[in-house]
């Protein structure tokens, strides 16, 4: 599956796990120093980066599968930090709660160990823009 | 509330802050600072951006420059460095930033309790009147004696 990632998700490292055509993907972004804010966790930018590039890749799939191909524009995040990210990989995955004609809602949960016990959740409005 | 009178500069401990880690990592310089409220700037790079369309600065990076702008306001506003966790981070993306413009980040602490710290900021790309990107967030003090290690 062809799920492509903005130059900032590949500059991060962030893998795309393999998918069916119109499920949302789990993404991996392996631990590195790049990614490190206080020393021993993840910095919370890294994780909202990764939560983004899902939520981004749950609605390129969604699409995708409707041959809807807009581009996507961020309106607005909201992210919550529920546990401290440590210093191995972590992976997140989007779910759209609402695709309309023009925007859409997704909730994206990252996690580490365990997709039960997430270590950060988002929710993002994205503006879809077809092309002329 | 408690001041300790300014013993955190961050001119002074960006040079460590900024050029380490994530941050480093993204080349976040510090600009200025008042007696609560940071400014840092993410300056282009075209590994950074967002594949559709023009190259402006991804979210993300931006996200990460607000973040670090509000601990160092923290920081400058309790007079001192101590960790800080995110738990609530808002962002509104306003408009796309300019094509290969630098963005820059201003965040103020507006309300510290014992265990709170609650910030906002905007980020532009040259004219502060016409930002780009509006935040609000709320961070936890963390106590170093009671953090476990990774």
């Not at chain 1, 993840?42 to 980066?49: E, L, N, Q, S």
């Not at chain 1, 041959?67 to 972590?90: A, C, F």
């Not at chain 1, 949960?109 to 002329?132: F, G, H, R, S, Y």
Request: proline content about 7%; glycine content about 8%; some cysteine.
């Amino acid at each position: 599956m062809n799920t492509r990632l903005t130059s900032y998700a590949r500059s991060m490292g962030i893998i795309v796990g393999e998918h069916t055509p119109g499920d949302a993907p789990v993404l991996s972004l392996p631990f590195a120093h790049e990614m490190e804010g206080r020393p021993g966790a993840w910095h919370g930018g890294a994780i909202a980066g990764l939560l983004e590039t899902a939520g981004y890749a749950a609605l390129r799939s969604a699409l995708d599968a409707l041959d809807r191909h807009p581009t996507l524009k961020p309106i607005n995040v909201t992210v919550q930090y529920l546990s401290t990210g440590r210093t191995r990989e972590s992976y997140a995955r989007g779910r759209i709660v609402r695709l309309g004609r023009r925007n859409a809602n997704l909730s994206i949960e990252a996690w580490q160990d365990d997709p039960l016990k997430p270590i950060a959740t988002a929710v993002m409005n994205v503006l879809m823009v077809d092309p002329e | 509330m408690n001041t300790f009178g300014g013993q955190f500069d961050p001119s002074q401990l960006s040079r460590w802050i900024l050029t380490r880690a994530h941050p480093g990592w993204l080349g976040l310089t510090y600009r200025s600072h008042g007696d609560n409220w940071c400014e840092l700037e993410l300056p282009w790079r075209a590994d950074l951006i967002s594949d559709e369309g023009a190259p402006v600065l991804a979210s993300g990076p931006i996200i990460s420059l607000m973040d670090m702008a509000a601990g160092m306001a923290i920081w400058v506003t309790n007079g001192e460095f101590r960790p800080v966790a995110t738990l609530d981070l808002r962002v509104d993306y306003l408009r796309p930033s300019r094509e290969k413009a630098s963005v820059i980040g201003r965040v103020e602490c507006y309300r510290r309790t014992r265990s709170a710290a609650f910030v906002r900021g905007s980020a532009h790309d040259g004219d502060p009147d016409d930002p780009v990107a509006q935040m609000a967030a709320v961070f936890m003090t963390l106590d170093p004696s009671r953090m476990v290690p990774a």
